[in-house]
Structure formats: C-alpha cells, structure tokens
C-alpha cells in the first residue's frame, strides 16, 4: 500500500496540482491586496471617505457600550457585528478570481483547438511512374500519360 501511495504522489499530476494549489494561494493574497488596498480606498472616496472594512452591523453591545467608529473598535469591545463591509471586499474579490480564472481557462481552451486543428489535406501527388506532381484526383498522369490507380 505504501507503495502504491508512493507511485501516486510522484506522478506529474499530483505535482502539477500541489504547485497549482501553491500559485492559487499566492494569487489569492494578491488579489485580496488588489482589492483592499487599490479598489476599494477610490470607491470608498467616491462614496463619501467610507472605508469599507468598517462597515458593519452591530447586533449586540459589548462590555463597553457603543457607538463604535471603526470594526475593530467594535471587535475590541467586544460586540457582536455583521460585517457587511468585509463581505463585500470578500465578493469583490471572488469576482476578480473567478474573472481572472476563467481568462486562463479560455486561453487554454482556445490553444488547445489550436493544437487540435486537423492538418488539410494534400492536394497533390506523385506520379508514381515518371515521379511528377500531379493533382489528387488526377486518374492519368498529365507529363507521362500514365493511369494511376
């Protein structure tokens, strides 16, 4: 058993699925900067300096009771929020993945159609008598008047 375990995780596509797995978290981190530290401070300027990692509900009080300015005041009171700003920085950012994702599978897809093409046909032949080309449907030969089956 162990050796079938060891044959599995050695072939290239356990490989290529753990470096794949690696790469998608590195770019998840990106992503989730992108979103967080590039478009979201424009939009939340748009909208009236609003940061939106401090949206939130609150739903209970905590030890010191509210109003609270930022989520992490809220968080530190211990209150109970809904973070609404946080979900949409979450959806914003599953947005750009699933965008980003389906770019490169389009990509693949299309390369491997490429690939896939069917080579055209000939369109000529020898004459396999006086070795001249001659069209593919040709029955006799045209330089050396000979039948070609």
Known sequence: MLREFREFAVKGNVVDMAVGVIIGAAFGTIVTSL?????????????????????????????TPGPYETLAGAKAAGAVTMNVGAFINTCISFLIVGFSVFMVVRTINRLKREQEKPAEAPKTKECPFCLSVIPIGAVRCGHCTSEIK
Not at 49 to 58: H, K
Request: proline share 7%; glycine share 10%; net charge negative.
């Open 35 to 63: 979103v967080s530290d590039i478009i979201m401070p424009p939009v939340g300027l748009l909208l009236g300096n609003v940061d939106f990692a401090d949206i939130f509900i609150l739903l209970k009080d905590g030890k």
